[in-house]
């Protein structure tokens, strides 16, 4: 990325490069959701019987119900983003751009909100929550969660967006771009679509740039850890950190068994440069096995109960130097990874209502 390249925009891309991909991605979610809905239609019965056989509380066919139905949300989204660009046809930049990024951010929630509800009802799952969040208005946030499934991405849009109204601005891997629903309303939001592994000073410029036009109403959200977790992927990173020496990042990595280090650049330059965001830390536990399709279909989300802990921190009890900031996101984290190892819930866990 070269540096004449803008920092405030979502993706760094040509507009070719972006309609040369909606070209093929938009028409296959079409295809896909019509096909997919007659293919369950037609092997249902056979799906049912294989899951008798298998014993595995009927996750095939769940698994069949929830793709057709995250495929028809798909294309619903697609269809209401036309719908909000012609509502806003020639209004969507200078004093009408706060209302066409507030419809597109309640857009995000509702779409995900409703993925997430047909996954609780097909697969049984539920729902917990301590802590919260303040409600919007007094001062953004700066979020930070814990990053282990293809779930948990949803997390902050359950949390703060859909109930709250909070618009969300998130720091997404590149590669979610192939979706249509994430690539459309996600790029009229003032995300940042990063490439994984990417170190380089400009891609750390732009996601500080998230903070940019912030209002009490909005919430920056970042998964700081770089990647989901796998004991894999601990190995590796404590391999890394090893061969650059004695360090904090290493310290923390090595004391972590559920989570990895999230002292990287992007997380550390943001509580840096914090203009004035309180900070929440998000923990999770019960979507670890929740990591793929083939995941889904062994069950692994069959009467998962999904556990979430809310840590609130006020911007005026955040440290203001660069060593007091590492020591806190490090302290911040070992409870992060205490609570993914199963710590007990607390008297505050109150189940959340997601279907209505």
């Known amino acids: 990325m070269s540096s004449s390249e803008p920092s405030s925009v979502s993706v760094n891309e040509s507009f070719f490069t972006r309609w040369g991909r909606r070209a093929l991605t938009i028409p296959t979610t079409f295809v896909m959701a019509v ?3 007659l293919v369950t239609a037609a092997i249902l019965p056979l799906v049912l019987i294989a899951d008798v056989l298998l014993q595995r509380r009927f996750a095939l066919s ?10 028809w949300s798909e294309v619903c989204g697609i269809a209401c983003s036309l719908a909000l660009w012609l509502r806003f046809l020639a209004r969507t930049a200078g004093k009408h751009r706060s209302a066409f990024v507030g419809a597109n951010s309640r857009l995000q929630a509702i779409w995900v909100h409703t993925i997430f509800a047909a996954a609780r009802i097909l697969f049984g799952m539920r729902m917990s929550v301590e802590g919260s969040a303040p409600r919007p208005g ?8 814990r990053h282990a499934s293809t779930v948990d991405t949803a997390l902050p849009i359950l949390l703060l967006s859909y109930p709250l109204h ?6 997404l891997k590149r590669e979610l771009l192939l979706d249509p629903c994430i690539d459309i309303v996600g790029q009229r939001i003032p995300n940042r679509f990063v490439r994984r592994g990417e170190r380089g000073t400009n891609e750390v410029e732009r996601v500080v740039s998230l903070y940019d036009d912030l209002d009490a109403n909005d919430a920056i959200v970042l998964f700081p ?3 989901r977790f796998s004991e894999r992927k601990r190995r590796e990173l404590l391999a890394q950190l090893s061969l650059r020496g ?10 972590l068994t559920h989570t990895l280090s999230p002292l990287r650049r992007g997380a550390l330059a943001l509580l840096e440069k914090n203009p004035g965001c309180d900070l929440l830390v998000v923990a999770h536990a019960g979507l670890e096995q929740a990591t793929s399709f083939t995941a889904f279909t062994r069950g692994s989300l069959v009467g998962a109960h999904l556990r979430v802990h809310i840590e609130h921190v006020p911007f ?6 660069a060593e007091g900031q590492t020591r806190l996101l490090a302290d911040l984290w070992r409870n992060v990874d205490r609570f993914a190892a199963g710590g ?3 008297e505050r866990t109150s189940d959340i209502a997601l279907a209505g």
């Open 35 to 37: 096909g997919a809905t």
């Open 62 to 71: 769940r698994t069949a119900l929830f793709f057709v139905c995250f495929l």
């Open 138 to 145: 007094s001062r953004p946030l700066l979020v930070f969660v």
């Open 166 to 171: 909070y618009r969300l601005r998130y720091v």
């Open 225 to 227: 850890e770089g990647t």
């Open 246 to 255: 004695p360090s904090a990042a290493l310290e923390l990595a090595q004391s």
């Open 316 to 321: 005026e009890e955040l440290p203001t130097d």
């Open 344 to 346: 007990e819930e607390t």
